[in-house]
Structure formats: structure tokens, C-alpha cells
């Protein structure tokens, strides 16, 4: 019953992630009101998501990280005070994982050894800055 519970919420989270990368990925023309949330863990295109003609900063965060959740709110400002800069969320963790989930795919695809880690891609759709030098420019951006 078990085995059988864990493989419907496994298809389940996969099903509902699909929908959302298909969603995020086709509307990656336009702004959404909100920053994206993406990945729960498993590996991303994130190029396929910038918005073009605009600013795209992909932050990889985690629940369980506290620098990520301080800096959260003032992401969310960001995304709704500048026309011209997209935050988009990359959930780092897993469903179930209850720490930082350093193992997932996508924390190994990215080889991610800090969070909160940032990459921006310019309105060109093209990957500007990433690491510490982007975790300065956003940084730069809150203030």
C-alpha cells in the first residue's frame, strides 16, 4: 500500500511540475505578476524561461535556507516594482526532503555549492552574469 501510495505522489509531483515548466516556459514572452516557482528539486532548462526584453533573475533558494528565506520578500518586490526585471524561483528541494536538499538533480546539474545562488540573463535571453558576481548586481538591485 505504501509502494503504491509513494508511486501516485511521485507521478503526481511530476505530473503537476510538467504542467508548470510548460506553463512557465510558454509564457516566457510575458512578465507573470508573481516570480515563478520551478523545479521542486528535479533539473531545469532555465535559459527556455528568461523573458525576453527583460531582466531575468533566477534565484535557487530552499525553505530551509534562512538567508534565502530573508532575502524572499525582497525578491518578490523587485519582481512587482520593476517593469523591466522577472524573478523566477528555483526550488532546490525535493518533495519530502525536509533539509537543503544539496543531492537533487537540480542542485547537481547547476553544481550548486551555496544558496542563495543566483544567474541573470539579460533581455537578450542570453546568460549575463551568474555566482557571486550576480549575487552582487541583485543585491545591488534590493538597496
Not at 506553463?23 to 523545479?39: D, I, L, N, R, Y
Not at 525582497?74 to 518533495?95: C, Q, T
Request: charged share 25%; aromatic share 8%; hydrophobic share 40%.
Amino acid at each position: 500500500m505504501t509502494l503504491t501510495r509513494n508511486r501516485f505522489f511521485a507521478s503526481f509531483s511530476a505530473l503537476l511540475l510538467s504542467a508548470t515548466l510548460a506553463a512557465v516556459t510558454a509564457s516566457a514572452q510575458t512578465k507573470p505578476e508573481k516570480p515563478a516557482h520551478v523545479s521542486q528539486g528535479e533539473e531545469v532548462d532555465i535559459a527556455s524561461m528568461a523573458v525576453k526584453g527583460k531582466t531575468t533573475i533566477f534565484d535557487f533558494t530552499s525553505e530551509y535556507c534562512p538567508p534565502c528565506r530573508a532575502v524572499a520578500p525582497k525578491l518578490d518586490k523587485l519582481h512587482a516594482s520593476r517593469s523591466d526585471i522577472v524573478v523566477v524561483k528555483v526550488d532546490i528541494n525535493r518533495p519530502g526532503v525536509k533539509t537543503i536538499d544539496w543531492k537533487s538533480p537540480v542542485a547537481a546539474q547547476y553544481k550548486l555549492r551555496s544558496i542563495p545562488h543566483f544567474k541573470v540573463f539579460g533581455p537578450d535571453g542570453k546568460l549575463k552574469v551568474e555566482g557571486d558576481d550576480a549575487a552582487e548586481m541583485v543585491y545591488g538591485l534590493l538597496d
